[in-house]
């Protein structure tokens, strides 16, 4: 059994950052693949980033790339999300996810595995 938690989210201006982190309990986060997902009021919850068992493989969401990174610490059972230049249309609940088997979906039907969600709001 697997479980995330999310932390970090919060208020901040347009143009600002934020870093968010999910902690993931147990001794298999290195076998797990990892994403972060979220979701706008009245949307379909989306993907954002994941990042492979290793650190060494990451794929972006268009709207995010150059912009937002994903990275891990596997010693510390923590994956993070830098966000930088922030604009209002990235106002969400930002979820956190992982499967062991599937790396590199961007649906949310590849990831067995879900956080509780933290919302993140950019204000103009």
């Known amino acids: 059994q697997v479980q995330l938690v999310e932390s970090g989210g919060g208020l901040v201006q347009t143009g600002g950052s934020l870093r968010l982190s999910c902690a993931a309990s147990?001794?298999?986060?290195?076998?797990?693949?990892m994403a972060w997902f979220r979701q706008a009021p009245g949307k379909e919850r989306e993907f954002v980033a994941t990042?492979?068992?290793?650190?060494?493989?990451?794929y972006y969401a268009d709207s995010v790339k150059g912009r937002f990174t994903i990275s891990r610490d596997n010693a510390k059972n923590t994956m993070l999300l830098q966000m930088d230049g922030l604009k209002s249309e990235d106002t969400a609940v930002y979820y956190c996810?992982?499967?062991?088997?599937?790396?590199?979906?961007?649906?949310?039907?590849?990831?067995?595995?879900w956080g509780q969600g933290i919302q993140v709001t950019i204000s103009s």
């Open positions: 996810a992982a499967d062991f088997t599937t790396f590199g979906g961007r649906s949310t039907d590849f990831y067995a595995y």
């Open positions: 990042i492979s068992r290793s650190g060494g493989t990451t």
């Open positions: 147990g001794r298999a986060f290195s076998r797990l693949h």
